[in-house]
């Protein structure tokens, strides 16, 4: 059955009897860049060029979850889990796969895209750390494009680490599977509670201010940003905001920032530099992560990885 406003359409896929395949092993000549030979561990990126009119299927899916990044505009058709949705994707939209679930694709343009692969076992372990011992094992749906900043500026982080790597770079990049685990897990995981939704006006735009600060804390938003997001003007809701909060939209942001920033600070000898940090997390630069993180935390970067 067509569905004209989705393009998706019920079909049937062969039956999937092969093994799962590792995704980085196959289609090598369309790989121009991986993060393979640098042994990431449980998070890799590749970006990829797929020449025109070609095809591929996987009847027991990968081993990994995929998550793509698109580069350029893509018309692609895609059978997965009993439908079918063939559509044109815009550059910069991210579409996720599980792992182990059958993938057919098709397309005629030549792809351009970033290709993250996540270990689901590493996953499953962020899944039991942080929401305890029921909320794994994680089962992921497939989201067919959408607009994910986080997931964006992780692949643009992941590419300059690779391109300048250096002795800080797998802690650098274990700090940042650790942030998208638990994005995924709480945007794109069946099963998971939802968070509560305040049932009236006020509440519920600082819940969607509080939601679109979390999840673009790390560019460089306004506070006309949060109030259209949040559906109010700028000065409702910064009163409504800190009314409910106890600070106002603007201070919440800093704070997501630098407990952000914290979370990617580690104790171990190797790791990314602050600058890197701060550049991840949305603050400025370096002294301005270094005022704010003292500020906020009564300590200085530097003095929590000693």
């Known amino acids: 059955m067509n569905d ?3 393009g998706r359409v019920a079909v049937a896929l062969p039956n999937a009897s092969d093994q799962p395949i590792e995704m980085h092993k196959i289609r090598l000549n369309a790989v121009r860049l991986s993060s393979r030979p640098l042994d990431w561990g449980p998070l890799n990126i590749e970006r990829r060029e797929e020449p025109r009119g070609d095809r591929e299927f996987l009847p027991a899916g990968t081993t990994e979850h995929l998550i793509f ?6 018309y692609v058709h895609r059978e997965s889990e009993g439908e079918t949705t063939e559509r044109q994707y815009p ?8 792992a182990r679930v059958p993938i057919r694709w098709e397309w005629k343009g030549k ?13 499953d372990r962020v899944a039991r750390e942080t929401f305890g011992k029921d909320a794994a094992p994680v089962h992921l749906w497939h989201e067919d494009g959408k607009h994910d900043p986080l997931i964006n500026n992780i692949a ?12 800080g770079t ?27 939704q305040p049932v009236h006006g006020p509440n519920r735009a600082v819940s969607a201010a509080v939601r679109f600060i979390r999840e673009h804390y790390a560019e460089q938003i306004s506070l006309a ?3 259209t997001a949040a559906g109010m003007s700028s000065f409702h809701l910064t009163r409504v905001f800190k009314r409910t909060m106890g600070m106002s939209p603007h201070q919440y942001l800093v704070e997501v920032r630098v407990h952000s920033a914290r979370a990617l600070v580690s104790s171990d000898s190797d790791r990314p530099t602050l600058a890197e940090v701060a550049a991840a997390v949305g603050f400025a630069d370096q002294s301005h992560l270094t005022r704010q993180f003292k500020r906020i935390l009564g ?8």
């Open 4 to 6: 004209a406003s989705t």
């Open 69 to 74: 990044v698109r580069l350029s505009d893509h």
């Open 91 to 98: 550059a910069g939209q991210v579409s996720i796969h599980p």
């Open 111 to 123: 792809l351009n895209f970033l290709l993250v692969t996540l270990d689901p076992a590493f996953l």
């Open 156 to 167: 643009s982080a992941l590419i300059r680490e690779m391109l300048a790597a250096d002795n």
């Open 170 to 196: 797998r802690v650098f990049t274990r700090s940042l599977a650790s942030v998208l685990s638990v994005h995924l897990i709480r945007n794109y995981a069946q099963g998971m509670p939802a968070a509560p």
């Open 225 to 227: 940003d949060i109030g």
């Open 299 to 306: 300590t200085t970067p530097k003095k929590i990885r000693v």
